[in-house]
């Protein structure tokens, strides 16, 4: 598993933030953390609920404060997924956590992509940045964000939608989801892994997604499930946040490997990887520990990721080949 090529297209730069560089950033502007170390700070990385992580999730996020915040937590998430040879990243971020804060969108963009330009010419990690909005936000809010974006619309390839799922229904964006269609973004939302499979139908039939991240809470409904097979619509798990999170009772009862068999395009990600424990082959490795994934079952997996990417035709079978031939 280690030596596949991947591509990673569920993982949250936020969620990158290390204990190390938190309180590395924290000094750099003087803002005060409970944590007296990188252990301790480590071991705070505690939750039991979605809304608990996030709670710990945003309070990380405030160390980010400029351009080369943003590029240091890009570059070492790049770094860990070279290690990891993962060879094409399809990244989210969360403008609205930042500009929240007063931080200018231009300084966001400026250290993320000037970071994912640097990965793609030292490492060869492809890339394409998609923006998010916080569901648990309004769509006027939303819309805002989208227009305030819209200068650097050469800097993302599409538009996603996370943060609480419950309660925020995908149908709350449709308006902003619309807007970015008639821009030619690709068009992604979290559903599925707090909620239950009404999400990802609302998702599919309000915003008109093409792929679902999560999406796990399918099994609930066989129509549904076919419904994936039947038009390729991915999913894109991660199956130690799943664990993490308590949206599987333990990794053995996880269903990525079913839905797999039943022809789903289901590929396997990190998510928010310094607070769940895990980068890309953390989890492959899961797999295999907790389901007794098979190197076929974990190949179909990694050529399910080039699939589902947003690369083009070429370039994914160029990957797929690459794959197929270990």
Known sequence: MHALPKAELHVHLEGTLEPELLLRLAQKHGIPTPYESVEAARTAYQF?????????????????????????LTWEYLTRAHAQNVCHVE??????????????????????????????????????????????????????????????????????????????????????FANAKAEGLHLVAHAGEEGDSSYIWDALNALHVTRIDHGIACEQDPVLVAYL??????????????????????????????????????????????????????????????????????????CNSFRASFLGEKDKQAHLARVESM
């Open 48 to 72: 039991d609920s979605l809304q608990s992580f996030l709670n710990l999730y945003y309070k990380g996020a405030d160390v980010l404060r400029d351009a080369e915040d943003f590029y240091t």
């Open 91 to 176: 990244p989210f971020f969360d403008p609205q956590t930042h500009t929240a804060r007063d931080i200018p969108l231009d300084a966001v963009f400026e250290g993320i992509t000037g970071a994912l330009r640097q990965g793609e010419k030292e490492f060869g990690i492809t890339s394409g940045l998609i923006l998010c909005f916080l569901r648990d936000l309004s769509e006027e809010a939303a819309l805002a964000t989208f227009e305030a974006a819209l200068p650097f619309r050469d800097q993302f390839v599409g538009v996603g939608l996370d943060s609480a799922e419950v309660g925020n229904p995908p149908s709350k964006f449709t308006r902003v």
């Open 229 to 302: 097979r039947e038009h390729a619509i991915p999913l894109t798990v991660c199956p130690l946040s799943n664990l993490k999170l308590k949206a599987v009772p333990s990794m053995k009862e996880h269903n990525i490997l079913r839905l797999l068999k039943e022809g789903v395009c289901v590929t396997v990600n990190s998510d928010d990887p310094a607070y769940f424990g895990g980068y890309m082959n953390e989890n492959y490795e899961a797999l295999v520990t907790h389901l007794g994934a098979t190197k076929e079952e974990l190949k179909a997996l990694t």
